[in-house]
């Protein structure tokens, strides 16, 4: 099973400012990953898939990069509607998805 | 605009089965190259996918749960289900179901729409 790790576990971060998510996975999914954002009582929203592709709707304030084991979503100016927890997916082994334990954006 | 709506008991006795049904409005579940899964999330901690049904039906289950589990599909209903038996505390969790998005004959990738959740508690 592939292992996604995501760091820090929570990031405190005043509005208007830049967050850096990382995502690191036991080995190489390729560009096989995707983000997802999730607030309190709803489901996961898809942000981001192809490590870098925004999904349908998504603001451009989110950004995705990386390949192999190393991954980053970047928020480039955080709005009130952003704090949230955030996870990733690797999708470069099937059957056998998994996620990362999620980053919490808190305001600061 | 594809929905998905996920249906069943919200309280199940240890030992017994939990069956949810997953609806799905705004398009055909036997369109091809569509895949349907089924991913939990304990309260207060992170997502895990349990399985998912292909176009074929087909049906890929976590490896840790694949003893337990089944899932099936109505197309006359467009529904999708989940049943996973022998059920503990430890399957207490909110359950989504999602489209599990596959290019034509690529392998199944994201999960994007999902439905809202249902919380299913395991306690006698």
């Known amino acids: 099973e592939i292992v996604m790790t995501q760091s820090p576990a929570t990031l405190s971060v005043s509005p208007g400012e830049r967050a850096t998510l990382s995502c690191r996975a036991s080995?190489?999914?390729?560009?096989?990953l995707a983000w997802y954002q999730q607030k309190p009582g709803q489901p996961p929203r898809l942000l981001i898939y192809g490590a870098s592709t925004r999904a349908t709707g998504i603001p451009p304030r989110f950004s995705g990069s990386g390949s192999g084991t190393e991954f980053t979503l970047t928020i480039s100016s955080l709005q009130s509607e952003d704090f949230a927890v955030y996870y990733c997916q690797q999708y470069n082994t099937w059957p056998g998805e998994t996620f990362g334990q999620g980053t919490k954006v808190e305001i600061k | 605009q594809l929905q998905l709506q996920e249906s069943g008991p919200g309280l199940v006795k240890p030992s017994e089965t939990l069956s949810l049904t997953c609806t799905v409005s705004?398009?055909?579940?036997?369109?091809?190259?569509?895949?349907w899964g089924w991913i939990r999330q304990p309260p207060g901690k992170g997502l895990e996918w349990i399985g998912s049904?292909?176009?074929?039906?087909?049906?890929y289950y976590n490896p840790s749960l694949k003893s337990r589990l089944t899932i099936s599909v109505d197309t006359s209903k467009n529904q999708f289900s989940l049943k996973l038996s022998s059920v503990t505390a430890a399957d207490t969790a909110v359950y989504y179901c999602a489209r599990h998005y596959a290019d034509f004959w690529s392998d199944p990738k994201w999960f994007e729409p999902w439905g809202q959740g249902t919380l299913v508690t395991v306690s006698s």
């Open positions: 080995q190489s999914v390729s560009s096989n």
């Open positions: 705004g398009g055909s579940i036997s369109s091809s190259s569509s895949y």
């Open positions: 049904i292909s176009y074929s039906w087909s049906t």
